[in-house]
């Protein structure tokens, strides 16, 4: 069982909008800002898409953007491509003796 | 251009230590601002946080393989290694190098991987 909690599927047309959720607790997502997000396509190595809640690397597009509310974070997804389909994971700093790092379940985008 | 590269065996036999290396070629391993750390992926499953490591040689594991497992760093190679003790097929799993930004107190991300090794644990 993951650390993080993400639906295992979300699906949605081209030019929708789409939310993914990421849920943890207090010592993980809801204590700091250190939620990331990476997008994997089929037998490819995970790529980041959104860092410290909020943030994009160059080159990721702007259609991708992330929030959070208490121990939630979001990955929201505007105008889907087809080029989205892919699976979705979450990660946070937790807090723990010494520190680490989670991630969540993943949830497998479909673009319909 | 950042590039990661895992080596080591596809087949580990149980009760054997799997040892794995990644090559980092287009950025110094010594660096500051950054941490090198491994994650795993069983087939099918999510991704598994193992450990990263600093230049100096410093490490945080996952609590949950903390007893298993070593992150070493070699600057002179600009590589940094992965040892994990008593397979089983548990273990079974695509392993991946990243490069783990870590800025204590400011921001933590994965923010480039390898392209993974596929690790399998069967006599």
């Known amino acids: 069982q993951s650390a993080l909690t993400q639906p295992a599927s979300v699906s949605g047309s081209p030019g929708q909008s789409i939310t993914i959720s990421c849920t943890g607790t207090?010592?993980?997502?809801?204590?700091?800002?250190?939620v990331s997000w990476y997008q994997q396509h089929p037998g490819k190595a995970p790529k980041l898409m959104i860092f410290?809640?909020?943030n994009r690397p160059s080159g990721v597009s702007n259609r991708f953007s992330g929030s959070k509310s208490g121990n939630t974070a979001s990955l929201t997804i505007s105008g889907l491509q087809a080029e989205d389909e892919a699976d979705y994971y979450c990660s946070s700093y937790r807090d723990n003796t010494t520190p680490n790092w989670v991630f969540g379940g993943g949830t497998k985008l479909t673009v319909l | 251009q950042l590039q990661l590269q895992e080596s080591g065996p596809g087949l580990v036999k149980p009760s054997e230590t799997l040892s794995l290396t990644c090559t980092v070629s287009g950025d110094s391993i010594f660096s500051s601002s950054y941490y090198w750390g491994w994650i795993r992926q069983p087939p099918g499953k999510g991704l598994d946080w193992i450990g990263s490591v600093y230049y100096t040689g410093s490490a945080y594991l996952n609590p949950s393989l903390k007893s298993r497992v070593t992150i070493s760093v070699d600057t002179s190679k600009n590589h940094f290694s992965l040892k994990v003790t008593s397979m089983s097929a548990a273990d079974t799993a695509l392993y991946y190098c990243?490069?783990?930004?870590?800025?204590?107190?400011?921001?933590?991300?994965?923010?480039?991987w390898g392209q993974g090794t596929l690790v399998a644990v069967s006599s």
């Open positions: 990243a490069r783990h930004v870590a800025i204590v107190g400011s921001t933590y991300y994965f923010d480039s």
């Open positions: 207090s010592r993980d997502v809801g204590g700091y800002k250190y």
């Open positions: 410290d809640v909020n």
